[in-house]
């Protein structure tokens, strides 16, 4: 192991003329930093009441009991077809 590898504790494998702009970039690439910027203005439009609202619609009961009812009849398909495939390939 390379001292530059010791040094980032094996991180970082290559340190050459490709690789360096991206791993001593400190500043977002500008449609990256843009994109940032879109999102940051839009959740500080948001007000409080409106994220309540949203978030109790979300976590409404109604909404939990059919994701229960989903991961349930979920499980028991995986079930069965883990035991389908069983009957074709035995232990």
């Not at 690439?29 to 500080?44: A, R, W, Y």
């Not at 009961?61 to 009957?87: D, T």
Request: glycine content about 2%; proline content about 3%; charged content about 20%.
């Amino acid at each position: 192991m390379c001292v530059f590898q010791k040094m980032t504790e094996g991180r970082v494998l290559v340190f050459n003329h490709d690789v360096v702009p991206n791993y001593l970039r400190t500043k977002a690439e500008p449609d990256v930093e843009e994109k940032i910027q879109q999102l940051t203005t839009k959740t500080q439009l948001v007000s409080q009441d409106t994220i309540q609202v949203m978030s109790a619609t979300v976590f409404s009961s109604q909404n939990l009991s059919g994701c229960r009812a989903y991961l349930h009849n979920l499980n028991i398909a995986c079930h069965e077809y883990v035991k389908s495939a069983c009957l074709w390939f035995p232990a």
